[in-house]
């Protein structure tokens, strides 16, 4: 659903990190807490359900890895300019709850979903961890252009501006782009089935999103928009 059907006035109140479990809504500090025991259980989950098999070191770097990104978005998310209008509640729950799930399919290994797409070799697993490096550093560079324009959900700022300088010059998404990074670098370096169909639900959540944010951007800024489209990338250049 767009935004322009569910306008709320400015606000002087600034967004902190929030996750949503059902009833249940964390904030701030909290919400970091339970995205590091979430990371944590699933970790525990693993060890649990295979007992002979430990964790590798490169997916422990994967999920530090994850956990900095996390970290750095729940510290900036209150430097975000208020909301004149945003996307619904229940559109935004879409978003959020295929995401979690897909983190949680990332480290955690259902039955029937072991099996290796991918050999285990030092080449794979460098590679999976190069790009959710570069990825992270692409997140915080993105993240730091946009800045008080930023915000979770689809949503048009007070004072909102189109930004085009930066990774904003090539691609219209670069933060998008980071983070199905991060999530496509741990499913390489995990290597099995479970990573993989995390990472793809994942995808098909911000393929989702860029849609309806594309059509939310051509309404704030009409034709600049439209041109600033003809001339970029929606995700990663020369290619999507």
Known sequence: MNDSNNKAGPSDRRPVATIKLGP??????SALVALVLFLLAALGLFIYFRPNVRPSMPLLISAVLWLVLMGYWGQVAK??????????????????RLLLLALALLFLKLPWTGYKWLPTSAFVVAAGLGLQVFSLA???WARRRLGRNWSGEISKKVGHELIRSGPYRLVRHP?????????VGTAIVSGELHALIGAAIAIAAYWRKIRLEEQHMCEIFGDDYQAYRRKSWALIPGLL
């Open 79 to 96: 430097n975000s300019a208020p909301a004149a209008s945003s996307e619904s509640a229940a559109s935004r729950q879409v978003h959020e």
């Open 138 to 140: 692409l997140a915080l």
């Open 175 to 183: 933060i998008y782009t980071a983070w199905l990074g991060m999530y």
């Open 24 to 29: 249940l809504v964390l904030a701030g500090p």
